[in-house]
Nanobody
Framework: QVQLVESGGGLVQPGGSLRLSCAAS????????MNWYRQAPGKKRELVAL????????NYADSVKGRFTISRDNAKNTVYLQMNSLKPEDTAVYYC??????????WGKGTLVTVSS
């Protein structure tokens, strides 16, 4: 059974940090490009960061460059999103997405990040 389970969300003050994790199972994680998306209330889901299957390539939305870092551990089937210098506009539900080399993609249920004083 395919599963993507996000964790690490919560309430944090502006300027603070959080580390999101996404644990994958039921498919070949090491053959997937992994993405983090987010969706704020009333807004469309947007791509925040991606990492290639080997971890050799990463890319970020302009709004998070220099503040967020995506990484992965293929031995643990886990992808991470380190979020620093958080801003209120980073408040959203964060989703993990896997895109397999075989043409399918999978989604987690999301974890809520709230940045507020």
């Amino acid at each position: 059974q395919v599963q993507l389970v996000e964790s690490g969300g919560g309430l944090v003050q502006p300027g603070g940090s959080l580390r999101l994790s996404c644990a994958a199972s039921g498919f070949t994680f090491s053959r997937c490009t992994m993405n983090w998306y987010r969706q704020a209330p009333g807004k469309k889901r947007e791509l925040v960061a991606l990492i290639s299957s080997t971890g050799g390539t990463t890319n970020y939305a302009d709004s998070v460059k220099g503040r967020f870092t995506i990484s992965r551990d293929n031995a643990k089937n886990t992808v991470y999103l380190q979020m620093n210098s958080l801003k209120p506009e980073d408040t959203a539900v964060y989703y993990c997405n896997a895109v397999g080399s075989w043409g399918k993609d999978y989604w987690g249920k999301g974890t809520l990040v709230t940045v507020s004083s």
